[in-house]
């Protein structure tokens, strides 16, 4: 394995953090004993957990607005990895990474994912891409794609998905992420039976085109681009979809899909419930889709999110591997350190989850106490889980203080010096 910063500044950076660091894991493993918890069994399930990353996310995404590139980001898939390695470096909680097509379109992939694997990388969900049309592409995915009217454009987008399948096959990957944008911007624009009937019919001939040990995730979205409807605009139509194409086909939450103040975690729960919960897409909103860092606008529906996910770990209902993803987009921000500082989000919120005293919580909802049952939650949600998630990190190989090293790294600096500039232009959706 090459990895791409120096062990050695890492170390260091550690050895100076580490008296503290045990200081305060021991005074934290203290107060979780007194309730029975112990901190060890805690870390061991925070070092098993993982999110992956996407590589659309190591770039500044920008918005339909503008994009404001920094000097040093990737232009391509091979710096797109070289950068999700260093975040996995740094907090060894983010080894995979999904991948797009075809903006990561490479003509080897057998040496992709070599590469990858050398930088201590693998690869998750394939995700496809006809919500955008590409230079030399025979037919136009502007009145849609699974869904279009047109039956060469359907066509053209099945053999896409396909296309796709076989890359990540390739690739190592499990899953396909189908989100389409396909919808409308106008009352009577289309006729809403008979769009979905399309994409139904589209969609079931990827369905039998997917390998026998992989999924097809569906990622459903209210609005944008579309503005008056979406094709797959929210759960219902996702399970509805996912009942009707088959057992492989789950559903996918990316967090900013909803209408603003939709309880997701309920969502979550039901989509267990029915056997449907695919995987997520972890970011952050205050209006819409705005694909904020995870955690950094409502951090307690993380946690809720997380809550319904430690419930249905310990009650499977016959299967639970739901896929972690983040899906973000950098506009303000290095995205090394927004992935970093969201990594350790979404991290924090699974730990406060494992923390939940599942016995008070359940026996306070069977008596109907709801201050005892809200108590359970909230003190949770109230504790510090930073040193364990730390001590994971450091037990890894990661680092401490994540934030600190790249920086200390400077990292972005020299690949300023190495890589093209990006150019500018409207960012991706
Ligand atoms: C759509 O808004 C989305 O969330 C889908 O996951 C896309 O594949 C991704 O964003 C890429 O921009
Ligand atoms: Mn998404």
């Known amino acids: 394995m090459n990895l791409p910063l120096s062990e050695g500044l890492i170390a260091e950076a550690n050895a100076r953090e580490l008296y503290a660091l045990e200081d305060e894991y021991a005074a ?12 060890d069994a805690i870390k061991d399930r925070v070092a098993s957990f993982s999110v992956a990353v996407p590589s659309w996310g190591a770039g500044r995404g920008g918005t339909r607005f503008a994009k404001f590139p920094i000097s040093g980001e990737p232009t391509n898939i091979h710096e797109k990895l070289e950068d999700c390695a260093v975040v996995n470096q740094l907090c060894r909680a ?14 080897d992939y057998k040496a992709l994912r070599e590469e990858a694997a ?30 279009s009217t047109v039956e060469a454009v359907r066509q053209q987008a099945v053999e896409h998905n396909i296309e796709c399948i076989e890359i990540g096959r390739q690739l190592g990957s499990r899953d396909l992420t189908v989100w389409v944008g396909d919808g409308t911007n106008f009352p009577g624009q289309q006729d809403l039976v008979r769009s979905l009937d399309r994409y139904l019919e589209a969609a079931s001939q990827v369905y039998v085109a997917l390998p026998d040990d992989w999924r ?9 681009p579309a503005f008056y409807s979406t094709v797959v605009s929210d759960w219902g139509s996702s399970i509805l979809a996912a009942q009707e194409l088959g057992p492989q086909a789950k559903c996918l939450v990316d967090l900013g899909h909803h209408a603003p103040n939709v309880n997701i975690e309920q969502i979550v729960a039901r989509l267990h419930r029915f056997g449907k919960l695919g995987g997520f897409h972890f970011n952050d909103s205050k209006y819409g889709d705005d694909d904020l860092d995870s955690g950094s606008i409502n951090p307690h529906q993380l946690f809720l999110v997380f809550n319904e996910l430690v419930e249905a770990e310990l009650n499977p209902l016959g299967g639970f591997n739901p896929s972690y993803m983040i899906d973000q987009s950098h506009n303000v921000t290095d995205p090394i350190e927004s992935m970093l500082s969201s990594a350790e989000a979404i991290t924090q919120c699974y730990a406060k989850a494992l923390l939940v005293d599942r016995s008070a919580l359940h026996a306070a909802q069977e008596a109907n106490d709801t201050m005892m049952a809200f ?15 730390a001590k994971v990190r450091v037990e890894a190989g990661g680092a401490i203080d994540v934030l600190s090293v790249y920086r200390s790294s400077k990292w972005r600096d020299r690949k300023a010096q190495q890589r093209k500039a990006v150019g500018l232009g409207a960012g991706i959706v």
Do not use: C
């Open 375 to 389: 108590q359970a939650l909230r003190r949770a949600y109230t504790i510090d889980v930073a040193p364990i998630l």
């Open 216 to 224: 097809m995730l569906l990622e459903h979205k209210m609005f944008e």
């Open 118 to 147: 050398e930088l201590g990388l693998s690869f998750d969900a394939v995700n496809s891409n006809t919500f955008q049309d590409q230079p030399g592409q025979p037919y136009s995915y502007s009145s849609g794609s699974l869904s």
């Open 28 to 39: 934290l493993g203290r107060k979780l004993s007194r309730t029975g918890i112990d901190i």
């Open 94 to 107: 983010t080894p995979r990474v999904s991948t797009h097509f075809p903006w990561d379109k490479v003509s």
